[in-house]
């Protein structure tokens, strides 16, 4: 792991770290090396200290693996699909039959058994079943988004900060422009004018209809939100010694982003990993929402919200339970990426609550600390 | 902690408001207000006073002769109108032709190929213009060249229409006007019984020559009627606002409207929408959306005074384009209405919806007594075997609907069905305003997907322009399924002549047509619809509710 020459110990024991290795020195001339904790090791022990986060991880970490197993839940429990209609069928339900929708057009409610867990739609669909499929559907785009962002911001990013000039005024004004459209107006424009005709970007289709289409616009639209701050990062690391003394030494640009500024940045790239996974989910829903996001009949949590809400009044659960899963998600994947934050970035927590860390003891430590 | 709890608080409360807006859906303010005004009276409403109409689906457009949705005419047909127009009464006399800017009905010549009107003296335009008969012919040839969805009504019958049509004639030779005397002449290529419905269409009315040939919806020409548009602010509302001018012309039965202006909002969702009706916070519910299920018993028990179901003669189908694969092969089109379940699409439109499997409607000259020729229950067995004799079992559909309820869960159900039954089916919904223009663009060229037709005059002509091969055209197409059968080409050339006065002794030829039709099934006809007759307290009840144009908005009046 490579870091910054000048950057102070961080784990107590003296060492100064060597460009390009993290293995520490001697603290002493002549001495044996001493044994240290690197930033990353000493940043999980952190985040192992943080039950809130790691609370909150778990729920978001249930939620994935219950999305993920939906298939076997529409198979094994509900014994149908995510989109098969069942508007004139009849259940049992206590002992009594009822319709799955009735004759004037209100579906069932929850029925606390494996069909019709949760209830159905207006076209008779099992909540429970789409819920799941929804939510793997909104999981995978905000992950496969997140991680369109996160590639392209960080080659973005290094290109414009290493390079600077005219490769840097290009790139900064695309990111300007991306950035000053409103994020959902401009997800809601392409999504609409994708999803009728599809992508088609040399050998590479997407069909309007496929998960990639809302994936990609995610993954676009939110580059300049983490290739910015990456930018201002690197063009302060290409000043340093480090930087220097691998040119010196020969090394290419590329090779200089790549194994020195890269890892100096890393860190930054981990706290924003899920914070873009809970925007883009979020944003994914609003698109859904409106129509331009996934495609029906595909569920997603934010079209079973926009799909219930003319049965609000009398069917409220087909609005609140996608709605409770997706404050969930986000909620889980948000409170663990703060935690991630305060384990990598201790001087946020210094800022926030410097009291707080005095009490447990490490501040002067985690002060020092630089990534 | 602070930092995690104040974040899980944060999103609670968005939660908590996004869950509030979604229920509230978009905000339109609708209200009403009380002014007297001097005016006309229609059918003995109080005067003055404005009205709030809220629509869950905009206007395809609002320049008169472009436009052909239910949304569009329910404000044209009061604010422009033609040589003749029809009577303002419910049921079966509003049917009934009367004159509108002619002086009486058209004098027929015995072959029925020649009509002469008169021009009704002192007319003026809503913007002061004297109405001139040489409007007429500069009226028709603008609506040819726009190009209305609905041209073929006059390029298939009228004299150098079609020619016109095409670019080869410099105007529609068919059609003469005299300014000095005000005659006007129409001479068709062959007898069509239904053509002085044609020449009440609000497409046909007046504007004035010169007018700019395109679209003109954000700024509507001006017309002669009880009202006139303004304020249009494309998609979100607009105004009509009465014509001071129009009691003066004293035209027999053509209402000169009560209120002073009325306010049209387009809304986001229909849940809204019913809830500003049911509130008082506006004044009608647009006829052609559909009540929310979960707020009819609502409706049903707490304004049952103001709320009625209205049956209109109406087709919901499927279309199936029948030049396309695979519906070209006949099988599979027999597969899709042996599998269809009409109840079930019922169902979705709260029974609103009356099952039938014909395409001519009940309450239409012509509908079909007999059995439906797939049956009355869904066949999904059968269905999926003539797919595999047929080998078309994972043919890839793209099913075309409109965002709007219950249409989008119509096809949300048709999709499954096509899946059921063998296809490999996607959807493609796209927006309401611009969903008819986008399948009638040959470029489009959809392989199947919603389609509705309302009846524009009470005659199976007006059904069967849908299946008659003269009107496939590039853009705004309405025959959908792209049906060009010689038996139907041949019985349309026999059966269109009959005038609409001698409609039941062809009654049964119109049977055998349908029948024929539903046999080959060229469409997937699930039913009829009924629709909702729902205002706010505010407003009388008594106004009048038009077998063709719904809400007459000229009989509207406060209480």
Known sequence: MAIDPATPDTTGSGAIRTAGGDRPVAAEPGGPPAAGIGPYRLARRRLLRNKVALAFGALFAVIVILCFCAPLYADHVAHTGPNDNHVTEQVQVGGETKDVVSPTGLPIGPTWHGRFLLGADQNGRDLA????????????????????????????????????????????????????????????????????????????????????VPAVIIGIVYIPYVAKPIRGQVLGLREKEFVDAARVQGAGSLRIMAREILPNVASTLIVFLPLMVANAILLEAGLSYLGAGIQPPNPSWGTMISDGIRLIPSAIHLTFVPGAMLVLAVLGINVFGDGVRDALDPRARVRIAAKREDEIGESEMEVMVEH | MRMWARTACAMLVAFAVSVGVAACGGNDNGSTSTTTSAGGASAGGRQGGTATVLMGTAPDYLDPQLAYTTQAVEAHWISYTGLLTYRHE???????????????????????????????RGIRYSDGRPVRASDFPYSVERMVKIPWGGRSFVTNYVVGADAFDRGSARSISGITADDATGRITIRLREAYGA???????????????????????????????????????????????????????????????????????????????????????????????????????QIESQARSRFERKPVPSTFYFFLNTTKAPFDNEKARIAVNMAIDRDALSRIASGFLQTDCFFIPRGIVGHPDSACPYGDRPDLEGAQRMLR????????????????????????YYTDLLNRIGFRATERIISDTVYFPTIGNART??????????????????????????????????????????????????????????????????????????????????????????????????????????NDWSTLSLK
């Not at chain 1, 005219?166 to 999803?195: K, M």
């Not at chain 2, 139907?488 to 050339?493: G, P, V």
Request: negative net charge; charged residues 20%.
């Open chain 1, 129 to 212: 079943v789409r819920l799941l499929y929804g939510g793997r559907n909104s999981l995978e785009v905000g992950f496969i988004a997140t991680a369109i962002t996160m590639v392209l911001a960080t080659i973005v990013g290094l290109t414009a900060g290493y390079f600077r000039g005219v490769v840097d005024g290009v790139l900064a004004r695309i990111l300007d422009l991306i950035w000053a459209y409103p994020v959902v107006l401009l997800g809601i424009a392409l999504g609409t004018s994708l999803a009728l005709g599809g992508i088609t970007i040399g050998p590479i289709a997407m069909k309007g209809n496929s998960l990639f």
């Open chain 2, 90 to 120: 419910e049921g079966k006399p509003g049917t009934e032709l009367i004159p509108g800017l002619a002086d009486a009905l058209p004098r027929i010549s015995r072959d029925g190929r020649t009509y002469e009107f008169t021009l009704r």
């Open chain 2, 195 to 297: 053509f002085p419905n044609v020449l009440a269409f609000p497409a046909l009315a007046f504007v004035p020559r010169g007018t700019p040939i395109r679209n003109l919806s954000s700024d509507p020409p001006p017309g002669v009627g009880a009202y006139m548009l303004t304020d249009v602010v494309p998609n979100r509302t607009f105004t009509l606002r009465r014509n001071p001018a129009f009691a003066g012309f004293r035209i027999p039965d053509i209402p000169t409207g009560n209120l002073d202006s009325i306010r049209v909002n387009i809304v986001s969702n229909t849940n809204s929408e019913a809830q500003q009706v049911l509130n008082n916070q506006a004044d009608v519910f647009d006829p052609g959306d559909t009540l929310p299920p979960a707020l009819l018993p």
């Open chain 2, 389 to 412: 004799e047929a080998g078309l079992v994972g043919a890839p559909v793209t099913v075309w609907g409109q965002e709007r309820s219950p249409r989008k869960e119509y096809v949300d």
């Open chain 2, 445 to 550: 060229d959809p392989q199947t997907g919603f389609a509705d037709w309302l009846q524009d005059f009470p005659n199976p002509s007006d059904f069967y322009l849908l299946m008659d091969g003269r009107s496939i055209q590039p853009t705004n197409n309405q025959n959908f399924s792209k049906v060009n059968d010689p038996h139907i080409q041949r019985e349309l050339m026999r059966l269109n002549r009959v005038p609409a006065t001698e409609l039941d002794s062809v009654a049964s030829d119109w049977q055998a047509l349908d029948e024929y039709t539903a046999r080959r099934a060229y469409v997937a006809v699930y039913g009829a619809e009924a629709v909702p007759k729902f205002f706010s307290d505010k407003l009388s009840f008594d106004s009048v509710f038009h077998p063709l144009y719904f």
